[in-house]
């Protein structure tokens, strides 16, 4: 179902691997996959390329992006971009 270099788009609300906030809604590039899919490690990046979070993504925390899927942005706070 997933792999490797995908977007996911985020079911609910997470906290990445340094404590960041993430959203339901927010799209991220899958970058690595623990055996047997247990766990998706992704990167999420603001819209001008900067990394905000890298966080371990459970399956049922997210859905591989669709056609029907819309990109939407919000302000993170300043710290967690560069």
Do not use: W, Y
Request: negative net charge; hydrophobic residues 40%; aromatic residues 2%.
């Amino acid at each position: 179902m997933f792999k490797e270099h995908d977007q996911i788009l985020l079911t609910a609300d997470i906290v990445g691997d340094e404590g960041e906030e993430l959203k339901s809604g927010d799209v991220g590039t899958i970058i690595h996959i623990h055996p047997g899919e247990e766990a998706l490690v992704v990167e999420f990046m603001s819209l001008n390329g900067d990394t905000v979070a890298i966080a371990t993504v459970l399956p049922s925390q997210a859905h591989p992006v669709t056609n029907a899927d819309l990109t939407h942005a919000r302000t993170v706070l300043p710290t967690a971009c560069p």
